[in-house]
């Protein structure tokens, strides 16, 4: 089974924009030439968009290898397919990484029991349920990386496929 997703690079300055090409390379075991253009919402940097297809849990790898460059801002995204559930990655330099399963339509998919710890945090008085919501769902990551997206509204995509 194959699935597919989009990797969005809102944002790296450039000399780290030939390592993220090697990281995604290592990652889908081709070479991997992105086209960059500058991100108007943060002078100075690039962002780069494309397609892939490989293997389930090839979004929790790229996620994986590009999380630990500080200045860079991406999203990962893979589409459900018969064996696997989708998912949605989401990094910042100030929030780090976002996690999440998303369903067949993009909603995402929160765990009983993360509901559960969530609401007992929140009846101990220790946090906001709707702040503890608003993290199971990604709210802060979307907030910070809206500019970014919407700034990259009619970049080119790049479509790459992996044979498996």
């Not at 220790?126 to 702040?131: F, I």
């Not at 500019?147 to 496929?161: D, I, K, S």
Request: net charge negative; with cysteine; aromatic share 8%.
């Amino acid at each position: 089974m194959t699935t597919r997703g989009v990797l969005y690079v809102h944002s790296a300055p450039r000399a780290l924009c030939p390592h993220v090409e090697w990281a995604v390379a290592g990652v889908l075991g081709t070479r991997v030439n992105l086209d960059w253009i500058r991100q108007p919402a943060a002078p100075g940097t690039w962002r780069s968009e494309f397609s892939w297809q490989g293997q389930p849990g090839t979004a929790s790898k790229l996620a994986s290898a590009l999380r630990g460059w500080h200045l860079l801002r991406f999203e990962v995204t893979a589409e459900p397919c018969p064996t696997a559930e989708g998912e949605r990655y989401s990094c910042t330099p100030d929030l780090g990484i976002f996690h999440a399963v998303t369903g067949i339509h993009g909603d995402i998919l929160i765990p009983e029991d993360r509901l559960r710890a969530a609401l007992t945090r929140s009846q101990q008085g220790e946090t906001d349920l709707e702040a503890e919501i608003a993290k199971l769902l990604g709210k802060p990551w979307d907030d910070e990386l809206e500019p970014f997206r919407y700034a990259g509204e009619g970049a080119p995509v790049r479509w790459l496929h992996q044979v498996v």
